[in-house]
């Protein structure tokens, strides 16, 4: 019998070859740049998606989210501490006394969901989850500021470490809606890439059959 011919220039397998020795050069030549470099680099560059196995979600935002989860904690215990302390040392007026525990709680109801959101969406790669987490951000740091200026604009007293407790809160919130836009600006880059990698290699699955002589 006949050998079979040679491969198309256009089969799948070797493109995906071709692809994976190209993420291995690329990888290669960012690790030989310094950490801070590469970090600089994977925030600005456009990203290039080869293979489907390649990873979009963003460790940086990961980080954040985790340590978050801590902190939210700790800023909850000390942010009831502290109402509880200025209470007890001053009488508050009555619209401090209900609009200040009401906004505490709508942030304690958010914040889980806005982190489960983060969360669950970068380690997804999806777009549809991030969307709702940076709504849920801009409205936490709203409520920081809500909560930071309301005691002094209606007459109460109003401590410097409240303010620094909501400047922590507020960094973090605005580093995480940093990652979050560049993180989804790598999910559609990976997800268009896929859709040309899939209609890529159908076309050249169909050439392939065609030159062997199997339609």
């Known amino acids: 019998p006949p050998p079979p011919p040679p491969l198309h220039p ?26 801070i470099t590469t970090l600089i680099r994977s925030f600005f560059a456009e990203p290039e998606f080869m293979l489907r196995q390649q990873v979009a979600s963003s460790t940086p935002m990961q980080m954040l989210l985790f340590f978050n989860m801590f902190g939210s904690i700790l800023w909850l215990l000390a942010w009831v501490f502290l109402f509880q302390w200025k209470v007890y040392i001053w009488e508050p007026p009555l619209p401090v006394a209900i609009l200040t525990p009401t906004i505490f709680v709508a942030w304690a109801i958010i914040e889980p969901i806005r982190l489960a959101l983060g969360y669950v969406g970068n380690l997804t790669e999806r777009v549809a989850l991030l969307g709702p987490f940076f709504i849920a951000t801009l409205a936490q740091i709203a409520i920081q500021i809500i909560l930071l200026f309301i005691g002094s604009s209606l007459d109460w007293i109003g401590l ?48 392939l059959i065609r030159d062997r002589g199997l339609r």
């Open 10 to 35: 256009a089969d799948p397998m070797r493109s995906s070859v071709n692809a994976a020795a190209a993420a291995a050069a690329q990888h290669q030549n960012l690790s030989r740049e310094m950490p």
């Open 160 to 207: 410097r470490v409240e303010a620094a407790l909501a400047g922590l809160a507020i960094g973090m919130y605005v580093l995480e809606l940093f990652c979050a836009y560049f993180a989804g600006k790598r999910f559609i880059a990976k997800a268009e890439a896929n859709y040309e990698l899939f209609r890529g290699g159908g076309q050249a699955q169909q050439s």
